[in-house]
């Protein structure tokens, strides 16, 4: 009988978050949003990525941090890890867009699994640069996974995605 288990990791981060031209603070991350939504939508189950060391709380500092992080292709360690990742065939990857990729904690998740023959449906939050490159950097870390065509959902329109998410969804599961 064929695999049917689908798990749905996000990062996402809550508080200070640049909403349409301007600094908000946000109770819930656009990322999380998303994965409830995809949670329910597909009955899987949920993994928040989380780095041990917590970015600054302040958005312009954390926005530093992680460019740097980029700059030097950081591996960050993750206060938690999927175990028995090999019962799961799909994977709906959800995380926020940061200088034109994924953040340094999504990389870490994927390199620390085998994702050979598992399906990784990339959706991303952002405010006006879209998936960028991150169908692309998905498939260079995940060798033998199939990459399948992402949904990029601006951050401030999140809360308000339940109905895209679901029909991305249905269409990617078909």
Not at 12 to 40: C, H, K, M, T
Not at 44 to 53: A, H
Not at 131 to 159: H, K, M, N, Y
Request: net charge negative; hydrophobic share 40%; with cysteine.
């Amino acid at each position: 009988m064929p695999k049917t288990k689908t798990l749905v990791a996000y990062y996402s981060r809550a508080g200070q978050n640049y909403v349409s031209g301007a600094i908000e603070d946000l109770p819930q991350g656009n990322a999380s949003v998303l994965a409830g939504f995809a949670a329910a939508a597909t009955g899987g189950d949920l993994f928040e990525i989380e780095t041990v060391k917590r970015y600054p709380a302040d958005y312009y500092a954390c926005t530093d941090e992680a460019q740097a992080e980029k700059r030097a292709n950081a591996r960050l360690e993750l206060s938690a890890h999927v175990e028995g990742m090999d019962a799961y065939d799909t994977v709906v990857l959800i995380y926020p867009n940061w200088w034109g990729t994924m953040p340094m904690p999504v990389y870490t998740f994927l390199e620390e699994h085998d994702f050979a023959g598992k399906a990784i449906l990339p959706l991303c939050t952002h405010e006006g640069s879209g998936l960028s490159g991150t169908e692309r950097d998905i498939a260079r870390a995940c060798p033998g996974a199939t990459v399948g065509r992402g949904l990029a959902v601006t951050g401030s329109c999140a809360a308000r995605s339940e109905g895209d998410v679901r029909a991305w969804l249905k269409e990617a599961l078909e």
